[in-house]
T-cell receptor, first 116, second 111 residues
Framework: GAVVSQHPSRVICKSGTSVKIECRSL??????MFWYRQFPKQSLMLMAT?????????EQGVEKDKFLINHASLTLSTLTVTSAHPEDSSFYIC????????????FGPGTRLTVL | SQKIEQNSEALNIQEGKTATLTCNYT??????LQWYRQDPGRGPVFLLL?????KEKRKERLKVTFDTTLKQSLFHITASQPADSATYLC??????????FGTGTQLKVEL
């Protein structure tokens, strides 16, 4: 149980285009989903926290107009990178939690974004 | 400022030996600490969670200790195998349900 999927796993796009990444909890309802970004040889950096039906909470330094997050249901959150540029190339990972005692997070497999 | 430090140098050990990884933190008072495994190009996989009032936690070949005085956690893999080769991340909750990750330590288990 507690499986989280992401789609697509890899995407290559031209500079200036927008890219949407989906995160789904397959066998549980997630009260909260999180979006992280990971650059090579670095740790996961939290970008935003997303709760179903409400606006996402962004971490300091993350542009909310550039990284649009929609949490339409308890099993789906989407991250849209708008007007992507080469510096947005990174590994994007989502996680989901059921809000149990320890708020254990279950991570998706990640999406590799390459902006040319 | 808050900081989580893991040894950035890769740890190379021989198969069958015990691997010990370290996680040190400053300016945190975490209620609990978690360890994850991450393989290249994949998301982290949860391994173990230890609460602040627990000294030690075990799961199969894994053991985690948590010393809130030293502000340190040690992660041990006994009887290591080449399949244990991966990057291991420690993570703390600074507040609410947000996790902050260390940079991870890469473990290589050689035959």
């Amino acid at each position: 149980g507690a499986v989280v999927s992401q789609h697509p796993s890899r995407v290559i796009c031209k500079s200036g285009t927008s890219v949407k990444i989906e995160c789904r909890s397959l066998d549980f309802q997630a009260t909260t989903m999180f979006w992280y970004r990971q650059f090579p040889k670095q740790s996961l950096m939290l970008m935003a926290t997303s709760n179903e039906g409400s606006k996402a909470t962004y971490e300091q330094g993350v542009e909310k107009d550039k990284f649009l997050i929609n949490h339409a249901s308890l099993t789906l959150s989407t991250l849209t990178v708008t007007s992507a540029h080469p510096e947005d190339s990174s590994f994007y990972i989502c996680s989901a939690t059921t809000g149990g005692e320890y708020n254990e997070q279950f991570f998706g497999p990640g999406t590799r974004l390459t902006v040319l | 400022s808050q900081k989580i430090e893991q040894n950035s140098e890769a740890l190379n050990i021989q198969e069958g030996k015990t691997a010990t990884l370290t996680c040190n933190y400053t300016n945190y008072s975490p209620a609990y600490l978690q360890w994850y495994r991450q393989d290249p190009g994949r998301g982290p996989v949860f391994l173990l969670l230890i609460r602040e009032n627990e000294k030690e936690k075990r799961k199969e070949r894994l053991k985690v200790t948590f010393d809130t005085t030293l502000k340190q956690s040690l992660f041990h893999i006994t009887a290591s195998q080449p399949a244990d080769s991966a990057t291991y991340l420690c993570a703390l909750t600074g507040g609410g349900n947000k996790l902050t990750f260390g940079t991870g330590t890469q473990l290589k288990v050689e035959l």
